[in-house]
C-alpha cells in the first residue's frame, strides 16, 4: 500500500469486506493468507479525509477490513459477511482469588459475552484463566 497523507485514510469501494467474500464466494472455499492480501493489493480503493471516510462507515452500517491487518481482521469481519467462519477468541491470564471469578462472571453474563473460566494453572500458582470470544457463526447452506 503507498503511503498517505496524515489525515487521510484508504476506503475501499466497494468495502474491502464485501471484495474479500466475493473472492472467497468465488473460490469456494476459505482464502489463504496470499489469497487475502492479493485481493487487498488489487481492490479499488480512494484517499478520503478521515472525517469523511468515518460518515461511510456509518451509512455503511459496519467497520470495513482493516488493510493494515487485513488477514486477521478478515476473520473477524467474515462471520458477519458471509456467515462462516469463528470470531478469535481472547484467551487472559489473571492472578487473583477465587472472589474475582464471582465478580468478573457476573459481569460477563450482563454484557452477554460468552466466557468460560479454568481453575488455578497447575504451573503457576494463583493464575486463573478466562476465555472471552463469542460462539461460532451460523451455517450457511
Do not use: Y
Not at 29 to 57: F, G, I, N, W
Not at 90 to 114: I, N, Q, S, W
Amino acid at each position: 500500500m503507498a503511503k498517505q497523507a496524515a489525515d487521510t485514510v484508504p476506503v475501499f469501494i466497494p468495502s474491502l469486506a464485501l471484495m474479500l467474500a466475493h473472492a472467497e464466494e468465488q473460490k469456494g472455499e476459505p482464502l489463504t493468507e496470499s489469497q487475502v492480501q492479493k485481493v487487498r493489493d488489487t481492490a479499488p480503493c480512494v484517499l478520503m479525509e478521515r472525517a469523511d471516510a468515518e460518515k461511510m462507515r456509518e451509512e455503511r452500517g459496519f467497520r470495513d477490513v482493516n488493510p493494515e491487518d487485513c488477514w486477521a481482521d478478515w476473520h473477524r469481519a467474515r462471520v458477519d459477511v458471509i456467515g462462516r467462519g469463528f470470531r478469535p477468541k481472547l484467551v487472559l491470564c489473571l492472578v487473583g482469588p477465587k472472589a474475582f471469578e464471582k465478580k468478573a462472571r457476573a459481569l460477563m453474563l450482563t454484557r452477554e459475552v460468552e466466557h468460560e473460566f479454568r481453575g488455578p494453572d497447575a504451573h503457576a500458582r494463583g493464575v486463573r484463566v478466562l476465555a472471552l470470544g463469542s460462539k461460532p457463526g451460523p451455517a450457511r447452506e
